[in-house]
């Protein structure tokens, strides 16, 4: 049989290929998307940056969005785990770059639907419960795979391949590139929750972070009744507990003084869904033939919760490279460097914020809401969002400045250090 064939096909149906997808076909190029699932699907990820929300009203979505239970979003609440101390408070009305200062928490189900059924309605041609199996040929101008729907396999070809895959990366793992980083190897363990404390006014909004010696606790509110509430470890610190993987979120609510009050109501799920070894960088991130976007390309840490984001931002760079390659004849090589920087400088900034997140330092400075020369506002305006492809000067040497206030408050302690809270040493009968 012959192949089908496309100008673009893209791997993934999730907020990086539905956005990409959309914007090709929104600019007149024949798109065909492969999705392995059927939408509405369950999916982590469900805290918003402002920029998230830049980046959907200028995909023209906002009325779509706004018709989506969710929850407004004003900044970020951060508590260490033992709860001797008040909460700290990040507020995105903070920050030094301008642009939107609110975002939102949803169930990822519908609003991935969301972005699928305003692909399909830009033109895309969709295919759901379709699975790539294998990439057959990839290459500048052709590349071929096989999909599987229904138990048939299907050969399809198109001049450029998207790869939007998520953490499946299956461009990625053919190419054989895909990196795990082995200084955040970390697990997740999550579920929906009923009944969860919600504080009151805007504070009823924020996303809450727990944190622990091990790694951190998320409080999402969804909707008005449900809350999304995960455990992020690191690997090693998992092992150690001995506890099974599918029950860990409840073992570790129950050691943690702060969980376990705002949980004191809360309706658990049976188990926990898990999640391990999820950063990691798939370089190049394009290259002949292929784009890799969203997840498929890089995954930062979800502390900061830039995932969905950063999704939507590399869509639109890659579309808008892949259209000047199909229709503008622009040479795809300078195209594709471009794009990779785009990803690499993007990311960067949360890489390295993340990797000090981990460091005690941090904590003992961001949670004092405070610091000279407003160094902890350039924070916020990073978990704002409002900084890719570059941050603005006024952002950038106050991160600088930060980074030295890290290293002088591990070793001079500029501000008191603040007592930590160990899931493991903690013994269940002392809480
Ligand atoms: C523990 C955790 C917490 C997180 N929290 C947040 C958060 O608070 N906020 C946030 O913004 N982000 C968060 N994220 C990240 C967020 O989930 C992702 O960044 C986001 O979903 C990426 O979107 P995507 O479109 O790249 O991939 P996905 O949403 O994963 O979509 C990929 C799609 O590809 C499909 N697919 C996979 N393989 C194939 C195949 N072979 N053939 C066809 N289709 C295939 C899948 O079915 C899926 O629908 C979190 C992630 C984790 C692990």
């Known amino acids: 049989m012959k192949p089908e064939h496309s100008e673009v096909l893209v791997i993934g149906g999730g907020p990086a290929g539905a956005t990409t997808a959309r914007e090709l076909a929104r600019s007149g190029l024949d798109v065909t998307l492969l999705e392995g699932s059927s939408h509405p699907r369950f999916h982590i990820g469900e805290s918003f940056l402002p920029r998230g929300l830049t980046d959907l009203k200028e995909l023209g979505l906002a009325d779509r969005l706004a018709t989506l239970p969710q ?49 399909r309605e830009a033109g895309v041609k969709v295919l759901e419960n379709t699975r790539v199996l294998k990439i057959l040929r990839l290459e500048e101008g052709l590349v071929a795979l096989t999909a599987e729907r229904n138990g048939t396999a299907r050969e399809l070809t198109a001049h450029t391949l998207v790869d939007a895959s998520g953490q499946a990366t299956v461009l990625g793992k053919h190419l054989g590139i ?13 579920g929906h929750f009923r009944g969860v404390y919600r504080g009151p006014g805007d504070l009823a909004g924020v996303i809450t972070v727990v944190l622990c010696k091990e790694g951190w606790f998320w409080i999402i509110p969804l909707d008005e009744e449900r809350t999304s509430l995960g455990l992020v470890l690191n690997e090693a610190s998992a092992r150690q507990t001995g506890v099974a993987a599918k029950n860990l979120l409840k073992w570790a609510i129950e050691r943690c003084p702060v969980m376990a009050e705002r949980c004191r109501n809360a309706e658990f799920p049976e188990t926990n869904v898990v999640s391990a070894d999820f950063s990691y960088g798939c370089r190049p991130f394009a290259g002949p033939g292929y784009f890799m976007v969203g997840d498929a390309a890089t995954f930062v840490d979800p502390v900061f919760s830039t995932g969905v984001c950063l999704s939507l931002a590399t869509g639109r760079q890659a579309a808008a490279a892949i259209y000047k390659i199909l229709r503008q004849g622009h040479e795809a090589a300078p195209l594709q460097e471009a794009y990779r920087h785009y990803v690499e400088d ?20 961001f949670l004092t809401e405070k610091g000279p020369f407003s160094v902890h506002k350039a924070v916020i305006s990073v978990l704002c969002g409002h900084v890719f492809p570059r941050p603005p000067f006024s952002v950038r040497w106050r991160l600088h400045l930060f980074t030295l206030f890290l290293k002088l408050q591990k070793r001079f302690a500029l501000v008191p250090r603040r007592e930590e809270f160990s899931l493991i040493e903690t013994r269940a009968d002392v809480s």
Do not use: C, N
């Open 178 to 190: 895909r990196k795990v980083l082995p200084d955040l190897k970390k697990v997740a363990y999550y």
């Open 71 to 119: 929850v407004r979003k004003l900044g970020a609440e951060f508590l260490m785990g033992h709860g001797k101390e008040p909460p700290s408070y990040a507020w995105f009305s903070s920050s030094l770059v301008p642009g939107e200062q609110a975002a939102f928490h949803l169930e990822r189900a519908p609003f991935d639907k969301m972005l699928l059924d305003a692909a």
């Open 346 to 365: 993007t990311t960067a900034i949360f890489f390295r914020l993340v990797r000090q997140f981990y460091e005690p330092a941090f904590r003992d400075l």
